[in-house]
């Protein structure tokens, strides 16, 4: 089968009957500057765009030394949440003329750190990344090259561009008005306790039932993995252990949750008089029969700030603020709940 070849600015200019550089300067919107005439100018544009001649992002590139691409890494793309911020995000490129390019590194140190170089290699201007590295030493070293922005997740003393929601406050005030109403029980169920959201969120649970003036247990506190699999792992054994669902429960994402709901299914436990609330909201909660309280992160503002930051370094422009913590929204679904 013969490879189709894609229209050159040669080619244009050959079916317009025109010179290669007036083709070039039509088409790179310089008609005017040049003096060429209105009807050459339509010839051309006319030409190109029957032929859906499209300019080489290459070419471009060379000109500007930009590649008008951004990287992307998040941990894994089935999330909901980091699914709901990709698309935002590829959405903003878009809008901005730019191409997102996406690695998932599945909470792997290795394969973030082969993803990260991939997209280096591609020339990525700028690099946007949830990471599950503990320390920042590699992204130092990277922003020395091309401008880096953290979001989801924090680390330690990092002084690298920052954009995160805030999760300790948040979940406090949720946590501290559920436990008015179980005292006595309360669980929590989060991913790995190594990365700051399973650190920040517990400790917000922490902090609220303190509020409410009750002690956490230490058999309250359950950690697995962000897969809803683990979600439903933690709580079936959770169920095993009490021999019924336990009266309140707070879930440390939103991935959790679809485990902890596909369980709760599958045992006819929907109907249960459990207490259930989180962090990251659905848009699906409101039809569920069982009812979630929940923090809610706008996956849109995420991605508005992380853009506009990683644009601002692109451009060599000092950013407002390096380090932003967005307030979430509380979602009262219980009757009790709005009650308090």
């Not at 050959?14 to 790179?28: F, P, R, W, Y």
């Not at 590699?138 to 989801?152: R, T």
């Not at 109403?181 to 922490?206: K, V």
């Not at 596909?262 to 459990?274: N, V």
Request: net charge negative; glycine share 6%.
């Amino acid at each position: 089968m013969k490879k189709t070849k894609r229209i050159t600015i040669s080619g244009i200019a050959e079916l317009a009957g025109v010179s290669k550089s007036t083709a070039s300067q039509v088409l790179n919107g310089h008609s005017k500057k040049f003096r060429i005439s209105d009807a050459t100018r339509d010839r051309v544009l006319a030409v190109a765009a029957e032929q859906h001649y499209q300019p080489s992002i290459h070419a471009r590139s060379l000109n500007v030394t930009r590649s008008f691409t951004l990287g992307l890494v998040v941990p894994e793309m089935t999330n909901y949440g980091f699914a709901a911020y990709s698309n935002e995000l590829e959405t903003l490129c878009r809008e901005k003329g730019m191409q997102l390019l996406i690695a998932c590194t599945d909470e792997n140190t290795s394969q973030e750190t082969l993803g990260v170089n991939n997209l280096i290699q591609r020339q990525v201007d700028g690099l946007i990344v949830a990471s599950s590295m503990l320390n920042d030493a590699e992204y130092v070293k990277i922003s020395q090259q091309l401008p880096v922005v953290l979001f989801d997740r924090h680390m330690q003393n990092s002084a690298l561009p920052l954009v995160v929601c805030e999760a300790i406050e948040s979940s406090a005030q949720l946590v501290a008005r559920v436990a008015k109403h179980h005292q006595d029980e309360f669980y929590f169920i989060g991913g790995q306790p190594r990365i700051s959201p399973t650190r920040d969120r517990l400790a917000g649970f922490q902090l609220g039932l303190e509020r409410a003036g009750i002690s956490c247990k230490p058999e309250w506190i359950v950690y697995g993995n962000y897969h809803p699999s683990s979600g439903y792992e933690m709580f079936a054994n959770l169920c095993a252990r009490l021999g019924r669902p336990p009266k309140a429960l707070y879930v440390a994402s939103c991935g959790l949750m679809e485990g902890v709901l596909r369980y709760m299914s599958q045992h006819k436990l929907l109907t249960s008089d459990i207490h259930l609330c989180g962090f990251d909201d659905h848009f699906l909660y409101d039809s569920l029969s069982v009812k979630i309280d929940t923090v809610a992160q706008d996956c849109r503002e995420l991605a508005i700030h992380c853009f506009e930051m990683v644009i601002d370094l692109i451009d060599e422009k000092q950013p407002e603020s390096m380090h932003r913590y967005l307030l979430p929204t509380l979602h009262w679904r219980h009757e009790q709940s709005l009650e308090a």
